[in-house]
């Protein structure tokens, strides 16, 4: 156990968060510009209609995301719990098996998407003048899967000892790549949504590549064994018990994007579409610091939990709840205020400035909650509870919005689309407040009782 891995347990709370987050926040922020450049160059340099297609291909990339997170966050969530109890041989288990487990998932999922591609697109609301740049954009982006998948996986892995500057640089490194390439092929070769896609996908190599070397140098408390990549029944298990409410999360997400994609295109306009487009992208910025926030808390909390510091744990808890609410609010108050200056990079074409921005209004009335709700998420997936963590995974996106999704647009046409969004933030937080509630009152229970 190095030092860093047992500063997890010592160092103050509040700084070490801050330490342990900010690399993650800046990593995620990173991570979130791949699409939000992707946008801005095809929006100059494509058209509505290259936005839109995008639009409809996201769903797609969001399961591909699904797909690394799935192993990711729980073998993240093991190998810092175990490192916390000083098993160093399980944690180097997990990292085996969460090798493994990517190159099959990487694998499966780039030819499942390359065989069923058109009728996938088709299921997502691609149809029509957009489904040619839908097409062009995802047949390239499922040939990096494997890359894309493996990257984010050994992304957690880093993490989970607490070490989120190399992930950080790792992804700094692919996004200037990922910079650099979107105008060399969108401008330079006149590649379109084709070549804004083979920009993605080299830049999810160069990820691959900087995490590699970083395995190599020796500078890991674990070791990436390619000899030793296998199943293991009870780490598996383990992994994808607590992995399975990141991906049913993220899943659902996608199916959230989907659906509104055809709820546009049936209550409005391909322009719509291309709407959703600029603003799902502004709205990934503003997830992306929360997902970095947790990724920071997430192996503090697990590591405090594990090594039976439950005082510790509680105040990474309730320290990481107001952090994530305060990030919300300040992102909630921008994007009522100063809309049209967030949407204005994406589009010179005036309809689609004009409705980018009351959509993004209208989307975000409740965003000043969603903090509260990804972390109260997050933190029973730190605690290896997948049980809650899959509930509340779940609630957000899919027992609450899609209803509203499905009823909204009936009584308030295009407005019930971007109206579902507020609703459904409310409502899961206020679902999330006493399962989050419980669980500060049993970490002060249990340190209670163990206090002399």
Not at 46 to 62: D, H
Request: proline share 5%; with cysteine; net charge positive.
């Amino acid at each position: 156990m190095n030092r860093r891995t047992e500063s997890l347990g010592r160092d103050p709370v509040g700084p070490l968060l801050l330490r342990l987050s900010l690399p993650g926040v800046v990593g995620m922020l990173v991570q979130a510009s791949y699409n939000v450049v992707d946008a801005f160059f095809i929006g100059r340099g494509v058209g509505p209609l290259g936005l839109a297609g995008t639009a409809v291909a996201f769903p797609l990339q969001l399961l591909i995301l699904a797909m690394g997170t799935f192993g990711g966050v729980g073998a993240q969530s093991l190998i810092s719990r175990s490192l916390g109890a000083r098993d160093l041989p399980r944690a180097q288990g997990a990292l085996d098996v969460l090798g493994a487990l990517s190159l099959v998932l990487g694998i499966a999922t780039a030819l499942v998407g390359l065989a069923w591609l058109d009728p996938l697109l088709a299921l997502v609301g691609g149809s029509g003048e957009i489904l040619p740049y839908a097409r062009s954009y995802m047949r390239i982006i499922l040939l990096g899967v494997p890359a894309l998948i493996l990257g984010i996986a050994l992304s957690h892995a880093v993490r989970a000892e607490g070490d989120v500057r190399t992930s950080m640089h790792a992804m700094l490194v692919s996004a200037g790549a990922n910079f650099v390439l979107d105008p060399l092929f969108i401008f330079g070769l006149h590649g379109g949504v084709a070549g804004a896609a083979w920009a993605t996908v080299l830049s999810q190599v160069v990820l691959v590549l900087w995490l590699l070397r970083h395995y190599r140098s020796g500078a890991s408390v674990l070791r990436l064994r390619p000899r030793e990549f296998r199943f293991r029944r009870n780490l598996l298990g383990e992994i994808a018990a607590v992995g399975t409410s990141e991906w049913v999360r993220i899943s659902a997400n996608a199916l959230v994007v989907g659906a509104v994609v055809r709820s546009l295109a049936l209550h409005g306009s391909p322009l719509a579409v291309a709407a959703y487009g600029i603003v799902s992208r502004l709205l990934s910025l503003a997830f992306m610091p929360l997902f970095g926030l947790t990724q920071g808390f997430m192996p503090l909390l697990g590591y405090n939990y594990g090594a039976g510091l439950h005082g510790r744990a509680r105040q990474v808890l309730v320290l990481s709840l107001q952090a994530a609410t305060a990030f919300s609010a300040v992102v909630w108050f921008l994007c009522l205020v100063f809309p049209s200056l967030l949407v204005a990079p994406f589009t010179a074409h005036e309809d689609l400035l004009a409705l980018g921005s009351r959509s993004l209004r209208a989307m975000t009335l409740g965003f000043f909650l969603v903090g509260f709700q990804i972390l109260g998420a997050a933190t029973f997936q730190a605690l290896g509870k997948a049980r809650p963590a899959l509930f509340l995974s779940l609630s957000r996106q899919v027992l609450l919005f899609l209803p509203l999704l499905l009823l909204l647009p009936r009584w308030c046409g295009l407005w019930g689309v971007w109206l579902a969004f507020p609703l459904s933030d409310l409502l899961s937080a206020l679902l999330t407040l006493p399962f989050v509630l419980s669980q500060i009152r049993e970490l002060e229970e249990v340190q209670s009782s163990r206090t002399p």
